[in-house]
Nanobody, 114 residues
């Protein structure tokens, strides 16, 4: 059983920063991982992804502000979010891609508000 445990969400003012973490546990080797987000009334949106070799990809709305990284020894992926905007408010969902499917975390709320 593979589980993803996210942490690091919360309330932050516009222009602030947050760092999300997502740790994979269970019988799983290193796999592609990443983050999506879902805001009320909006479709789920890719935020960032990272391959096992560290190749990254970002959604257009976060390029230049967010950075995804991973620690393969800990089987953990991180999302550093800087210059946060109110429109970044959403539930952030970590995923791991294995066996032809996405495995999802429970999500962590990020709220950007003054």
């Amino acid at each position: 059983q593979v589980q993803l445990m996210e942490s690091g969400g919360g309330l932050v003012q516009p222009g602030g920063s947050l760092r999300l973490s997502c740790a994979a546990s269970g019988s799983i080797s290193i796999r592609p991982m990443g983050w999506y987000r879902q805001a009320p009334g909006k479709e789920r949106e890719l935020v960032a992804s990272i391959t096992t070799d560290g190749i990254t990809n970002y959604g257009d709305s976060v390029k230049g502000r967010f950075t995804i990284s991973r620690d393969n020894a800990k089987n953990t992926v991180y999302l550093q979010m800087n210059s946060l905007k109110p429109e970044d408010t959403a539930v952030y969902l970590c995923y791991l891609f294995a066996w032809g499917r996405y495995i999802w975390g429970q999500g962590t709320q990020v709220t950007v508000s003054s």
